[in-house]
């Protein structure tokens, strides 16, 4: 490896510090955090294993009581249920390729969180997984990372003054070949790089020069602290790697060996603290699971990798003693979306389960198994628009491990992450909550609530109805001049007695059993309106909606007639909806453009809006059937053959000049073929119109 090479790969992460001699012991925070008070000791380590591209919740913890709505919106991918591991609770399965996960489930060493995400969701897989390590809200753009905040809060010297006496390790190492925003803090890097911690030599031999008071000064300082820290850094990582092993061998991959760097660092001494590691791969658009075999595919393998090689660390762990010391967290950016697509694939979704693992975690499943819905129950809703409720923000997980694992205080938690965030129990005797609704036991006045409830700060439940309980439809516009808006309004949970006002009618209704739980609300104007919902014998129960009702927009219509192929192409703007009268038959068309068949003869196309004042659009339409004529020239006759139905023909002669030289009708015989005397026309030539209930031609023909 070049000098270049392990420069970018170690130390462009860390900014200049100093040698053991300048430390000014005054300047440290010691005793402030007993995970992050030194390195020389033995203390909590968090690893962090990031799975890149957005996991398949659904397919990795599967809701048993679903599997009916599972095979009709995801056929594509489905498991069979015979193949998922049952995990014996919550009616909850394991994708097949995760047994060593069972098994910690059932040796109480596994904690798992549904429905993790965040608010309004944003399915780029970068700016997703910058929302994830920097703990920003969706619409915030921070370019910082929420341990890299943490640990300059707890080190607030750093990096000038480390490594030192106290601190000889690293506080935290990212295994791979670049730096993440995870660890990146608001005034410096905070981690150090490594893909191969063996490979250390040092970069440049001790030297302690001085430069100028300038700019150019500064950069060379930083450049000549930074060399001296990768040595110190380097060494340290080379000689705890090389004194380290692993009792229990990791896959021969990329993912597997960054395991055993892990491993060989802190079976050889290192007090590092945080360890973060990826596995990619997970973005499953197509071929995620096999056609033949939804057990195997690109999701299996991945899963397979991941259960392997936790296996294989938590072992590690136990054989030198520190599965007590070591709690593993798993993310993902974002979930995939519940319906398959045509790829034996899925597409980027919102909300995907976290697993935490470790001997002291909580071995409890937080949150409801989430809802599937049927195609039957959204038949005018896409499917391919359905994403599964969001049970818990990610930043209640990094909250509840900096409190609960890393023992810190609410006050710097909120500090770090912006605000604060309901906890979740995730480690034994930290935050005791029976019931499993965020509120611990200690505050909690009722303390058996049903999984998935919203309750109080003091944990008793809180009336709700499910977002989807209100059916609320709307014409949405008014006209000018009249009040011809409409809403309708209907519920689901029919077992209420439902009080709907209106401020600025002053209008209120009821939705009860007389009614069907429906009502239709006419003359409403444009302008915006208000619904309050509320339900009788709930007090503290409110729903709010906010309906616009506008003026509808230009209604356009324009019309290209294909004579030959007997159609005519319609482009229609200013509605969702029209009404479409062709020769007496009426037809809806959502569409603004499409194409309508036309008769031969007069056809009387009408187009409207559900909206009179957006007017009508009128056309008569004349397809003429096409008449055949020869000889041309002609001598003493002219036969025309007349196709269609028609039973009579006026036919009428003019000259080039346009004056009419004789008008004749004819009954059209059962061979459709009409012979005309022209013998005493003389030489020249003459312009024919044929009109008839179908016909209606006019064609050149020249007499000799």
Request: charge should be negative; glycine fraction near 6%.
């Amino acid at each position: 490896m070049d000098r270049r090479h392990f420069l970018h790969n170690m130390t462009h992460v860390m900014a200049a510090p100093t040698l053991f001699s300048s430390l000014d012991l005054s300047l440290l925070d010691l005793n402030q955090n007993p995970v992050l008070s030194n390195t020389i000791d033995d203390n909590k380590i968090l690893i962090l294993l990031q799975l890149n591209g957005g996991n398949d919740g659904l397919n990795t913890i599967i809701p048993l009581d679903s599997m009916s709505q599972l095979n009709n919106v995801r056929p594509n991918v489905v498991l069979p249920d015979g193949k998922i591991l049952n995990l014996g609770s919550n009616d909850l399965g394991i994708h097949p390729s995760l047994p060593f996960f069972k098994s910690l489930f059932t040796e109480d060493k596994l904690k798992i969180i549904q429905g993790v995400g965040y608010p309004i969701p944003n399915y780029s897989h970068f700016r997703s997984m910058d929302i994830w390590q920097s703990a920003s809200d969706a619409n915030k753009f921070v370019s910082s990372g929420w341990l890299g905040r943490y640990i300059e809060n707890k080190h607030p010297n750093f990096p000038q003054s480390y490594p030192n006496s106290n601190y000889p390790h690293p506080l935290s190492l990212e295994i791979g070949n670049n730096s993440s925003l995870l660890f990146t803090g608001e005034d410096s890097f905070t981690n150090v790089v490594t893909s191969n911690p063996a490979s250390f030599y040092e970069i440049i031999n001790d030297f302690n020069n001085e430069y100028p008071d300038s700019r150019v000064g500064s950069k060379l300082k930083y450049l000549q602290l930074m060399s001296k820290q990768s040595n110190l850094y380097g060494s340290i990582l080379k000689e705890s790697y090389e004194k380290g092993n692993s009792s229990v061998n990791y896959t021969n991959t990329e993912f597997g060996n960054k395991f055993d760097i892990i491993t060989k660092l802190i079976s050889g001494g290192l007090k590092s603290r945080i360890y973060m590691l990826d596995i990619g791969g997970f973005d499953t658009h197509g071929r995620q699971v096999e056609e033949s075999d939804h057990t195997k595919g690109q999701h299996a393998s991945l899963l397979s990798q991941v259960n392997d090689n936790v296996s294989a660390f938590m072992r590690n762990m136990e054989i030198i003693n520190k599965d007590d010391d070591v709690l593993l967290m798993t993310f993902s950016e974002f979930g995939r979306t519940v319906h398959s697509n045509a790829t034996f694939g899925t597409d980027h979704g919102s909300v995907s389960p976290v697993f935490l693992m470790g001997n002291n975690v909580n071995p409890s499943i937080s949150g409801a198994n989430p809802y599937i819905p049927n195609k039957s129950d959204f038949q005018d809703f896409s499917l391919d628009q359905y994403e599964m409720d969001l049970q818990f923000d990610f930043r209640q997980i990094y909250f509840s491990v900096l409190s609960q694992w890393f023992d810190e205080s609410p006050s710097t938690i909120k500090e770090v992450l912006f605000k604060d965030f309901n906890q979740i129990p995730i480690i034994k005797g930290r935050f005791n909550d029976t019931d499993g609704d965020g509120v611990p036991d200690e505050s909690d006045l009722c303390n058996d609530t049903p999984i998935g409830v919203v309750v109080n700060p003091q944990g008793c439940v809180i009336f709700s109805l499910l977002p989807d309980n209100y059916s609320i439809q709307t014409n949405g516009v008014s006209c000018a001049g009249k009040s011809n808006g409409q809403i309708n309004i209907s519920v689901q949970d029919t077992s209420h007695v439902y009080n709907i006002s209106i401020p600025e009618t002053s209008e209120s209704y009821v939705l009860n059993s007389s009614n069907q739980h429906r009502v239709q609300i006419d003359g409403l104007g444009t302008g915006n309106y208000t619904l309050n919902i509320s339900v009788e014998g709930e007090e503290e129960y409110l729903q709010t909606f906010e309906i616009g009702i506008t003026q509808p927009g230009d209604f356009s219509s324009k019309t290209s007639i294909n004579k030959n192929q007997k159609k005519v192409s319609v482009n229609l703007s200013g509605s969702e909806m029209y009404l479409v009268e062709l020769n007496g038959v009426i037809q809806i068309q959502k569409q603004n453009k499409f194409e309508l068949s036309l008769l031969s003869g007069y056809n009387s196309l009408k187009i409207s809006t559900p909206h009179d004042c957006q007017g009508i659009h009128k056309e008569e339409i004349f397809i003429s059937e096409q008449v055949e004529y020869y000889p041309n020239p002609m001598v003493d006759d002219l036969t025309l053959v007349i196709p269609g139905v028609d039973k009579k023909l006026k036919i009428s002669i003019y000259s080039l000049s346009g004056t009419k030289i004789k008008t004749l009708e004819r009954t059209i015989p059962q061979s459709r073929m009409v012979r005309v005397n022209v013998s005493g026309l003389p030489k020249s030539i003459y312009v024919i119109k044929v009109k008839g209930t179908t016909v209606d031609q006019i064609f050149k023909v020249q007499k000799k």
